[in-house]
């Protein structure tokens, strides 16, 4: 005759709940398993009692989780925005004003993003692009459907004569250009192997360097000794450069964010980085 399995005492079931709730991620002293637990009944039956109970708990945190990700995530979209501004601010404004009244042919919503690295896929298209004014957009930065829609309304106002308006931006083009052509007559010609190659050389490391500083946790200490072996390289006194560089106030004073390492990187003398160099 097989033998009877002895029973758990209430304290011996508390113990092993408290334990089975640890694993799941909830902390058992929220819990009164003292008034919950039934010593009448076996441990199954009082763990489903408890499974019952803590379903609600477990449904609010997964809601909380999500609320916590959509705002981190619209926080990084009004980031990345900002970020777009300033960079779109710093262009000639001839240029900026043509480039905000000409529609590219891809317009990015940075707010249709679903996920933080589709943002970034975004935001680094239109910066590696920023130079062809009609391959990307993004919307209300470089792209300003308001101000062509006014702009037409002015046209239709005004009924200027814009054939005589297009003659003489074409002839400030043309004197520009003429003036560009003087400035590169010592420069030998740019050969298109060799530029694709060095391109492809470019966004190769670029890639590989966002996704190892975005899979990666990113601390200050390391970033201090990135910027030492960067002022080793350019043949620099590191103590002596680290102290004038930090005397100094840099234009632009950034947070510890991926774009803004890449942005600190290429011009340190530009940016500071916060608790780094700033």
């Not at 995530?73 to 970020?83: G, S, T, V």
């Not at 993004?138 to 106002?157: C, T």
Request: charged residues 45%; hydrophobic residues 30%.
């Amino acid at each position: 005759m097989a033998k009877k399995r002895k029973k758990l005492s209430k304290k011996q079931m508390i113990h092993y709940l408290k334990n089975w709730l640890k694993g799941r991620g909830i902390d058992p002293d929220v819990i009164d398993l003292e008034a919950l637990i039934d010593k009448n009944l076996s441990y199954e039956e009082n763990k489903k009692l408890v499974l019952e109970h803590i379903k609600s708990m477990l449904k609010k945190k997964e809601k909380e989780l999500n609320r916590e990700e959509d705002r981190a995530l619209a926080e990084l979209k009004q980031h990345l925005f900002n970020e777009a501004m300033k960079i779109e601010n710093e262009r000639p404004l001839e240029e900026r004003e043509k480039d905000e009244m000409t529609r590219a042919k891809y317009v990015i919503d940075l707010n249709e993003a679903k996920s933080e690295k589709q943002l970034y896929n975004w935001f680094f298209t239109w910066l590696d692009n920023l130079d062809k004014l009609d391959k990307y957009d993004i919307l209300g930065v470089d792209y300003i459907p308001e101000l062509i829609q006014e702009k037409n309304n002015n046209r239709k106002k005004d009924n200027v004569d814009w054939r005589e308006v297009l003659k003489e931006d074409n002839g400030k083009k043309r004197k520009k250009h003429n003036k560009h052509k003087k400035d590169k007559k010592d420069k030998p010609k740019v050969q298109v192997k060799k530029l694709l190659e060095y391109t492809k050389d470019y966004l190769e490391a670029k890639n590989k360097l966002v996704k190892y500083l975005e899979s990666h946790e990113i601390d200050k200490e390391t970033l201090v000794k990135l910027w030492e072996e960067l002022l080793k390289m350019q043949g620099k006194n590191v103590t002596k450069a680290m102290k004038a560089d930090k005397s100094k106030k840099a234009k632009k004073y950034l947070k510890i964010r991926v774009p803004n390492i890449l942005k600190w990187i290429q011009n340190p003398n530009e940016y500071d980085l916060k608790e780094v160099d700033g």
